[in-house]
C-alpha cells in the first residue's frame, strides 16, 4: 500500500498523526504544559477517533483494530506522562496501559492466526493440487489487508514452513538435481557463515551493539532463507496439468500459465539476455544455468519474491529431463 493510498485512506488518522508529530516538535522547542495537555489529547483521543472515522468510511472497521489503536494511543500517553510527572500513579497506568496492549495484541493475532488455518484448510479442499506457498497469500486475504503485507507475510511463513517441513519430493518435474545449484547455494550458506562470524569480531568493539546484533540477525536469516529455498526446490517440482503449466523455482516464485497462453515450449542454452521480456526463474541468475525457453502469445506479469516483472513474453527455466518434459507436453494450440 503506497502512501498516496493511504492518505487517500485514511486522510483524518493521517492528519492527526501529524498533528501529533508537529506539537510534540514545537514542545520539545519550547516546552509549556498547556502543550503538552495538547499532545497527550491529539495522542489518547483523536488519533483512535480519527482512525475508527477512516476505516468505518472505508468499510474496514474492526472492534479489536480499534481497541488496539486505542491502547496503544494510551500507552504512549501514559509512558508520557510518566516522563512529565515521574509519579506513583502514571507510572501504575503505564504498566496496566502494557498490559493493555499485549493482550489486544495476542488476541489478535490468535484471532489472525484462526481465521488463516480456517481459509488455508478450505483452500487445500478446493484446490488440492496448489502447494503451500500458493495457498498461503490466498488464505490470508481478508484477514490481512493490502497485497505487499499479505505478500510479505507469506514469504516470510514459507521460509519457516520448508525449513521445519519434511524433506520428501513431491511429484512432478525436479530442476534441482542436476546442474550443481545446490552445491553453489552451500558455498554461499558458509560464506555468509563466515562473513556473520568475521564481521560480528570485528565490530565488537568498533561499533554499537545494535549495528553489530542487526548485521549478525541479517547474515543468519540470509542462511536460513537459502536453507529453505534449497529444501522448497525438492517440494516444489513444475507442474503439468490438463489446464496449464505450473512453473515453480523454489522459494522464488510460482507461475500458472494456461496452455492457450503458450505459443511454444523448446529446449534452449543459449546465453540469457536480460530484459525485452525475458525473465528467468533463477535466484543467482549469473550462476544457474537454464535448459528450456517458453514463449507466449501475450506479455504477462511474474512476480518474483517481493517484486513483479511486467511485459515478460519469454521465461526462461530449467526442468532436469529435459526429453521427458519435452515428450509430457500436450499439443499447443495455435
Same mark, same amino acid.
Request: glycine share 4%.
Given at each position: 500500500?503506497?502512501?498516496?493510498?493511504?492518505?487517500?485512506?485514511?486522510?483524518?488518522?493521517?492528519?492527526? #498523526?501529524?498533528?501529533?508529530?508537529?506539537?510534540? !516538535?514545537?514542545?520539545?522547542?519550547?516546552?509549556?504544559?498547556?502543550?503538552?495537555?495538547?499532545?497527550?489529547?491529539?495522542?489518547?483521543?483523536? #488519533?483512535?477517533?480519527?482512525?475508527?472515522?477512516? !476505516?468505518?468510511?472505508?468499510?474496514?472497521?474492526?472492534?479489536?483494530?480499534?481497541?488496539?489503536?486505542?491502547?496503544?494511543?494510551?500507552?504512549?500517553?501514559?509512558?508520557?506522562?510518566?516522563?512529565?510527572?515521574?509519579?506513583? $500513579?502514571?507510572?501504575?497506568?503505564?504498566?496496566?496501559?502494557?498490559?493493555?496492549?499485549?493482550?489486544?495484541?495476542?488476541?489478535?493475532?490468535?484471532?489472525?492466526?484462526?481465521?488463516?488455518?480456517?481459509?488455508?484448510?478450505?483452500?487445500?479442499?478446493?484446490?488440492?493440487?496448489?502447494?503451500?506457498?500458493?495457498?498461503?497469500?490466498?488464505?490470508?486475504?481478508?484477514?490481512?489487508?493490502?497485497?505487499?503485507?499479505?505478500?510479505?507475510?507469506?514469504?516470510?511463513?514459507?521460509?519457516?514452513?520448508?525449513?521445519?517441513?519434511?524433506? $520428501?519430493?513431491?511429484?512432478?518435474?525436479?530442476?534441482?538435481?542436476?546442474?550443481?545449484?545446490?552445491?553453489?547455494?552451500?558455498?554461499?550458506?558458509?560464506?555468509?557463515?563466515? /562473513?556473520?562470524?568475521?564481521?560480528?569480531?570485528?565490530?565488537?568493539?568498533?561499533?554499537?551493539?545494535?549495528? /553489530?546484533?542487526?548485521?549478525?540477525?541479517?547474515?543468519?536469516?540470509?542462511?536460513?532463507?537459502?536453507?529453505?529455498?534449497? +529444501?522448497?526446490?525438492?517440494?516444489?517440482?513444475?507442474?503439468?496439468?490438463?489446464?496449464?503449466? $505450473?512453473?515453480?523455482?523454489?522459494?522464488?516464485?510460482? #507461475? +500458472?500459465?494456461?496452455?492457450?497462453?503458450?505459443?511454444?515450449?523448446?529446449?534452449?542454452?543459449?546465453?540469457?539476455?536480460?530484459?525485452?521480456?525475458?525473465?528467468?526463474?533463477?535466484?543467482?541468475?549469473?550462476? /544457474?544455468?537454464?535448459?528450456? +525457453?517458453? /514463449?507466449?502469445?501475450?506479455?504477462?506479469?511474474?512476480?518474483?519474491?517481493?517484486?513483479?516483472?511486467?511485459?515478460?513474453?519469454?521465461?526462461?527455466?530449467? #526442468?532436469?529431463?529435459?526429453?521427458?518434459?519435452?515428450?509430457?507436453?500436450?499439443?499447443?494450440? $495455435?
Amino acid at each position: 500500500m503506497t502512501l498516496t493510498t493511504l492518505t487517500k485512506r485514511y486522510p483524518a488518522s493521517i492528519l492527526s #498523526v501529524l498533528l501529533s508529530i508537529i506539537t510534540s !516538535t514545537i514542545y520539545l522547542l519550547h516546552p509549556a504544559i498547556t502543550l503538552f495537555w495538547t499532545i497527550t489529547g491529539i495522542i489518547a483521543i483523536l #488519533v483512535p477517533i480519527t482512525w475508527a472515522r477512516d !476505516t468505518i468510511a472505508a468499510k474496514s472497521f474492526r472492534w479489536l483494530s480499534f481497541l488496539l489503536v486505542l491502547s496503544l494511543s494510551l500507552k504512549i500517553s501514559a509512558f508520557l506522562l510518566k516522563l512529565q510527572f515521574h509519579s506513583a $500513579q502514571s507510572i501504575l497506568l503505564n504498566h496496566y496501559l502494557s498490559a493493555a496492549v499485549m493482550l489486544v495484541l495476542v488476541i489478535r493475532i490468535a484471532m489472525i492466526v484462526k481465521q488463516t488455518v480456517h481459509n488455508y484448510n478450505t483452500l487445500s479442499k478446493a484446490a488440492p493440487a496448489d502447494d503451500f506457498l500458493e495457498k498461503m497469500p490466498v488464505a490470508l486475504k481478508g484477514v490481512i489487508s493490502g497485497e505487499k503485507p499479505r505478500e510479505l507475510l507469506a514469504s516470510e511463513i514459507g521460509v519457516m514452513y520448508y525449513l521445519y517441513k519434511g524433506n $520428501q519430493p513431491a511429484k512432478g518435474f525436479s530442476y534441482h538435481r542436476f546442474g550443481g545449484i545446490t552445491a553453489v547455494y552451500i558455498v554461499f550458506i558458509f560464506l555468509l557463515l563466515i /562473513e556473520g562470524a568475521g564481521t560480528t569480531i570485528l565490530l565488537h568493539k568498533l561499533a554499537p551493539p545494535v549495528i /553489530e546484533r542487526s548485521l549478525l540477525l541479517l547474515s543468519i536469516y540470509s542462511v536460513l532463507f537459502l536453507i529453505a529455498h534449497i +529444501r522448497a526446490m525438492k517440494q516444489r517440482p513444475i507442474l503439468l496439468t490438463s489446464e496449464y503449466l $505450473q512453473l515453480r523455482y523454489g522459494l522464488l516464485t510460482s #507461475v +500458472r500459465i494456461p496452455w492457450t497462453a503458450i505459443k511454444e515450449v523448446a529446449m534452449n542454452k543459449k546465453t540469457f539476455t536480460k530484459g525485452n521480456g525475458n525473465i528467468k526463474l533463477a535466484l543467482l541468475s549469473a550462476m /544457474e544455468q537454464h535448459n528450456m +525457453r517458453l /514463449e507466449l502469445h501475450m506479455p504477462v506479469s511474474v512476480k518474483l519474491l517481493f517484486k513483479e516483472k511486467k511485459n515478460i513474453a519469454h521465461i526462461y527455466f530449467r #526442468v532436469d529431463d529435459q526429453q521427458e518434459f519435452i515428450n509430457s507436453l500436450p499439443a499447443l494450440p $495455435q
